[in-house]
């Protein structure tokens, strides 16, 4: 039980790692502020300025199960992109003789269990998010067909005192 648990916090750790080198660097962002004086001394449009510019920050919409779908597979594929680029790096290791043929494949044996256990659990997730988004769809067409069945029309039957024989 404790190595499946090992286990499951490596596949976190690989994922979270590969998910954070993933996205874009904000480092390399450089926002300039506006001069100290237009901000303190500012006028009315010299203000407004100031304010449109803060106001043109869009914010970041949630993710959808759709979008959460969709960079589970962006990720196994990522995941095989750099499985292929390692081997590559580890061939061409042991061909300039760096490393012997035996750590050669010591470390191609490692990349690959280690991609196929991102890869495994990515496909895990992505599969079960799959299922989930599938049930709630039946279930919400479940529930319109239960809506428009389960009405009941009543009408009420004419007595004989409101009928007019003639």
Same mark, same amino acid.
């Given at each position: 039980?404790?190595?499946? @648990?090992?286990?499951?916090?490596?596949?976190?750790?690989?994922?979270?790692?590969?998910?954070?080198?993933? /996205?874009?660097?904000?480092?390399?962002?450089?926002?300039?502020?506006?001069?100290?004086?237009?901000?303190?001394?500012?006028?009315?449009?010299?203000?407004? &300025?100031? =304010?449109?510019?803060? $106001?043109?920050?869009?914010?970041?919409?949630?993710?959808?199960?759709?979008?959460? =779908?969709?960079?589970? *597979?962006?990720?196994?594929? =990522?995941?095989? +992109?750099?499985?292929?680029?390692?081997?590559?790096?580890?061939? @061409?290791?042991?061909?300039?003789?760096?490393?012997?043929? +035996?750590? !050669? *494949?010591?470390?191609?044996? /490692?990349?690959?269990?280690?991609?196929?256990?991102?890869?495994?659990?990515?496909?895990?997730?992505?599969?079960?998010?799959?299922?989930?988004?599938?049930?709630? &769809?039946?279930? +919400?067409?479940?529930?319109?067909? $239960? !809506?428009? $069945?389960? *009405?009941?029309?009543?009408?009420?039957?004419?007595?004989? !005192?409101?009928?007019?024989?003639?």
């Amino acid at each position: 039980m404790k190595s499946r @648990q090992i286990l499951i916090a490596i596949m976190i750790l690989a994922t979270m790692w590969h998910a954070s080198a993933a /996205q874009a660097n904000k480092k390399d962002i450089q926002v300039e502020a506006p001069p100290l004086e237009k901000v303190l001394i500012g006028t009315g449009t010299e203000l407004n &300025a100031v =304010l449109s510019d803060l $106001t043109e920050i869009k914010p970041e919409m949630p993710l959808g199960p759709q979008d959460v =779908l969709k960079s589970y *597979e962006i990720a196994m594929s =990522l995941v095989a +992109e750099k499985t292929s680029s390692d081997f590559s790096v580890i061939v @061409q290791a042991q061909q300039a003789n760096q490393i012997s043929r +035996e750590q !050669a *494949e010591y470390l191609l044996q /490692q990349t690959y269990q280690v991609a196929m256990m991102q890869y495994q659990v990515l496909s895990s997730l992505h599969e079960v998010l799959r299922h989930e988004i599938d049930e709630a &769809a039946q279930r +919400e067409k479940d529930s319109l067909k $239960t !809506a428009s $069945t389960d *009405e009941l029309l009543i009408v009420p039957v004419p007595s004989a !005192a409101s009928v007019q024989w003639q």
